[in-house]
T-cell receptor, first 115, second 112 residues
Framework: AQKVTQAQTEISVVEKEDVTLDCVYE???????LFWYKQPPSGELVFLIR??????QNEISGRYSWNFQKSTSSFNFTITASQVVDSAVYFC????????????FGKGTRLHILP | DVKVTQSSRYLVKRTGEKVFLECVQD?????MFWYRQDPGLGLRLIYF???????EKGDIPEGYSVSREKKERFSLILESASTNQTSMYLC???????????FGSGTQLSVL
């Protein structure tokens, strides 16, 4: 069975600090996708990244970076030099890559960036 | 601009009422999903549909049904609403190549 665990329920950091959000997943499939979504206070979920199971290269997009490690079944998300606008709930998600299948979300991590 | 539209942002219903939550997408996506979001529980999948008239149960289908008569519309039905169905309901769609989900802005349902 698929499972996504985000152990950090809530994190608070001061603006300009770096922060890492953890995501650990379980799946028996060898081919799968991992996602991160952001839910700002306005409520609408916004896609951040998709990574397939064959691509373990780390990804950087501006202040955001993602570290995918199959050996530890983790897909962690780091925000560098955090800003108040980064305050949101962040969700990690997992989906099989083959066929029409469901997408399983973690419980989310609420991130507070304090000015 | 691509869009997933949920018919109501806020809805208040009475226990025992039949409730319809509507979702429409304009991207010609094959797959559509209904999630509910509750504090501390994240997003939980209720039902999903991978094609017209096709549906699959998610993790928490009890008390819900769905309808997909047209590709662009996916309806969630609460046959007899109960107070434990008070929640934020999120609709989403995607293409079959497992690209990203597009989400609607959600319907906050309160059952009194």
């Amino acid at each position: 069975a698929q499972k996504v665990t985000q152990a950090q329920t809530e994190i608070s950091v001061v603006e300009k600090e770096d922060v890492t959000l953890d995501c650990v997943y379980e799946t028996r499939d060898t081919t799968y996708y991992l996602f991160w979504y952001k839910q700002p206070p306005s409520g609408e979920l916004v896609f951040l990244i998709r990574r397939n199971s064959f691509d373990e290269q780390n990804e950087i997009s501006g202040r955001y970076s993602w570290n995918f490690q199959k050996s530890t079944s983790s897909f962690n998300f780091t925000i560098t030099a955090s800003q108040v606008v980064d305050s949101a709930v962040y969700f990690c998600a997992l989906s099989e890559a083959v066929g029409d299948d469901k997408i399983i979300f973690g419980k989310g991590t609420r991130l507070h960036i304090l000015p | 601009d691509v869009k997933v539209t949920q018919s109501s942002r806020y809805l208040v219903k009475r226990t025992g009422e039949k409730v319809f939550l509507e979702c429409v997408q304009d991207m010609d996506h094959e797959n559509m999903f209904w999630y509910r979001q509750d504090p501390g529980l994240g997003l939980r999948l209720i039902y999903f549909s991978y094609d017209v008239k096709m549906k699959e149960k998610g993790d928490i289908p009890e008390g819900y049904s769905v309808s997909r008569e047209k590709k662009e519309r996916f309806s969630l039905i609460l046959e007899s609403a109960s107070t434990n169905q008070t929640s934020m309901y999120l609709c989403a769609s995607r293409t079959v190549d497992n690209e990203k989900l597009f989400f609607g802005s959600g319907t906050q349902l309160s059952v009194l």
